[in-house]
């Protein structure tokens, strides 16, 4: 029989422990449960995390010819795209929740949850050591291990600090429910402490100045957020501190939400300045204490400037997990920046493990090597060059197959591949022939630009689809193994290879204004995007009880606005 099994991790402080000891002496009494003890006619299938990926690989399974055991420290999935809503109470913590166990009663499949994080994951004898949440009553105690036929790695990642002094001590992050709740007293709590009779002006001002460190879509849909709520709730209830309010947006680029299209740059830039929110462009943080944020000041020569602040969100993006830098050292990919897979979601090097979501990427260099064998393919003639139309050819069937080009074809980082590759001598020459070792040059350059898919949501999510929907055929196409589902002739896989579709991606930026950016390179900005955003974010609720809640959070918050208790 088979196992499958998924495990997820969140941020609380068990996590935190754990991964910070990856190396730490598990118990070696902890009980084992092996997967013949619990049935000996099923695979045994464990899924570590309910995040996007697990969850949406968990809600597709449908094969009963496996036990799932689902692993992680928090029993709920979190609808992250509103966080930022729920930072500012536009919309309530619980609203965006599902409790796993929901989801997993109305599958047909055997489906076990534990909530606990995985500390060492042993890939040569298919078994993970855990141990139960901190926060739970089991108060944190508790080791287990658990053996897997398969296993499925969808952890997430956490945050990036570039090791920059001070910010895990002083900054507040915003991955979890619990990080939007903690941002939200904050807030709160920054205005009451303003409005003390004692607090002098200048101290005043540097508690109502908010920093955002991160010109990402996060850092800027945060931004946004707080502006409106200062604006439309606060500076109602706190008239006396309202005009010392101050917004900064750190970001050490040229210019925020640098991977939209150039239009929706400029037009959030444009706006924030009327909203006076303070954007600095070439700043980069290098030290933040309890007070202060300290910036190299990039256009300036490297000027050292600091910023007096009263809370600082940090949001630049994510890293790899420790216990996912010990496996990955265990299976060979110890130079690795973040655990490699193949095309078809398995761990290099690890046949039976699987990693999808923002824990995980596809192996660039495969996929170069493939692009090389499409291109010399298409030289059907074996000269070493091809003509303009076959040169397009090429193009097209890259992107078709590949979907990390696809997603720069419909941005505008394509746009730089293809100046790239018009760059290379025979193109820009006007030959019309592009030979292959300058095709190779190019791509490489292409590669060093061309980074992972996006660690979104929506590729999480596609990725657990399409492992699911493996899993669903694994028995069919192991007992017929030459049938048509074979891909390639080499033998690589019974499956056809991950494709990502993209679907488009907004920027919510206040004032009942979003920009969307959807297939084909097709920008939306302003109240009508707002629009589809509420209509598309409402759909993607994972079952009829968000959509209620979400739906009854924003209306309450046109009729009566946001709630500024602090509790
Ligand atoms: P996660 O969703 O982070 O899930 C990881 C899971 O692993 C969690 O359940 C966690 O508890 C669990 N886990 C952690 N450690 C362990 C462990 N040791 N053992 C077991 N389990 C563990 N994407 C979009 O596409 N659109 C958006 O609009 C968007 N907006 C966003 C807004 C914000 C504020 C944030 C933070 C992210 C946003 N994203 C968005 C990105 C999206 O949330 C992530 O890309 C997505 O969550 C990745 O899914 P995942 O399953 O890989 O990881």
């Given at each position: 029989p088979k196992v499958?099994?998924?495990?997820?991790?969140?941020?609380?402080?068990?996590?935190?422990?754990?991964?910070?000891?990856?190396?730490?002496?598990?118990?070696?009494?902890?009980?084992?449960?092996?997967?013949?003890?619990?049935?000996?006619?099923?695979?045994?299938?464990?899924?570590?995390?309910?995040?996007?990926?697990?969850?949406?690989?968990?809600?597709?399974l449908k094969n009963p010819d496996y036990e799932v055991h689902v692993i992680s420290p928090r029993?709920?999935?979190?609808?992250?795209?509103?966080?930022?809503?729920?930072?500012?109470?536009?919309?309530?913590?619980?609203?965006?929740?599902?409790?796993?166990?929901?989801?997993?009663?109305k599958k047909t499949v055997d489906v076990q949850f534990s909530e606990a994080a995985c500390l060492k994951i042993d890939a040569v004898n298919q078994k993970i050591y855990c141990r139960s949440n901190v926060e739970n009553n089991l108060n944190g105690q508790e080791e287990f291990v658990v053996d897997y036929d398969y296993l499925i790695v969808a952890v997430g990642a956490n945050v990036n600090t570039f090791n920059t002094p001070g910010v895990v001590e002083n900054c507040h992050f915003l991955k979890e429910v619990e990080d939007a709740q903690k941002i939200r007293r904050t807030v709160i709590d920054c205005f009451e402490r303003a409005s003390l009779p004692a607090v002098s002006d200048e101290e005043k001002k540097r508690?109502?100045?908010?920093?955002?460190?991160?010109?990402?879509?996060?850092?800027?849909?945060?931004?946004?957020?707080?502006?409106?709520?200062?604006?439309?709730?606060?500076?109602?209830?706190?008239?006396?501190?309202?005009?010392l309010v101050k917004i900064t947006l750190l970001e050490a680029g040229d210019h925020i939400l640098n991977m939209f299209d150039k239009r929706i740059t400029a037009f959030a830039e444009e706006k924030f300045q009327r909203d006076g929110i303070n954007v600095k462009t070439g700043s980069m943080v290098v030290k933040v204490t309890e007070k202060e944020i300290f910036t190299k000041e990039l256009k300036n020569g490297g000027e050292v400037s600091t910023i007096p602040y009263g809370m600082a969100l940090w949001s630049t993006g994510v890293g790899t997990r420790p216990f996912i830098k010990d496996f990955m050292s265990q299976v060979g990919q110890a130079n690795r920046r973040v655990l490699a897979t193949d095309e078809w979601l398995r761990v290099e090097g690890c046949d039976k493990v699987y990693a999808i979501g923002d824990c995980a990427t596809i192996n660039q260099r495969k996929v170069m090597e493939d692009i090389a064998a499409i291109f010399r393919k298409a030289d059907k003639d074996n000269s070493g060059t091809l003509t303009v139309e076959e040169y397009k050819a090429v193009i097209n069937d890259i992107c078709e197959r590949y979907p990390q080009v696809q997603v720069y074809l419909k941005s505008k980082q394509m746009k730089n591949?293809?100046?790239l590759l018009k760059e290379t001598p025979d193109v820009s020459k006007g030959s019309a022939e592009l030979n292959i070792e300058d095709f190779k040059t190019a791509l490489s350059n292409v590669d060093s630009q061309m980074k992972n898919l996006p660690a979104t949501g929506q590729v999480a999510a596609q990725q657990g689809v399409y492992l699911a929907k493996c899993f669903n055929r694994m028995e069919d196409c192991e007992k017929n193994p030459e049938g048509p589902l074979r891909f390639r002739g080499e033998?690589?896989?019974?499956?056809?290879?991950?494709?990502?579709?993209?679907?488009?991606?907004?920027?919510p930026l206040g004032g009942e204004q979003t920009a969307a950016q959807l297939p084909g390179d097709w920008v939306s900005i302003g109240h009508s995007s707002q629009w589809l955003w509420y209509s598309v974010y409402t759909s993607k609720q994972v079952s009829w009880r968000n959509r209620a809640l979400v739906v009854t959070d924003w209306v309450r918050r046109f009729i009566w606005g946001r709630d500024s208790s602090r509790i």
């Open positions: 499958l099994v998924v495990v997820a991790v969140s941020g609380c402080g068990l996590l935190a422990y754990a991964e910070a000891n990856p190396e730490r002496k598990l118990v070696s009494s902890a009980p084992v449960l092996t997967s013949a003890e619990v049935d000996n006619k099923k695979k045994k299938v464990v899924v570590l995390g309910t995040g996007w990926a697990g969850t949406s690989f968990l809600r597709n029993n709920y999935f979190a609808f992250t795209p509103l966080l930022p809503s729920v930072t500012c109470g536009t919309v309530e913590a619980r609203s965006i929740v599902e409790p796993i166990r929901n989801i997993a009663r508690i109502l100045h908010f920093a955002i460190v991160g010109g990402g879509p996060t850092g800027v849909e945060f931004a946004a957020a707080l502006h409106d709520f200062v604006n439309e709730d606060l500076v109602k209830l706190y008239p006396r501190v309202k005009d591949m293809v100046d033998g690589r896989h019974r499956f056809r290879p991950f494709r990502y579709k993209h679907l488009g991606q907004f920027a």
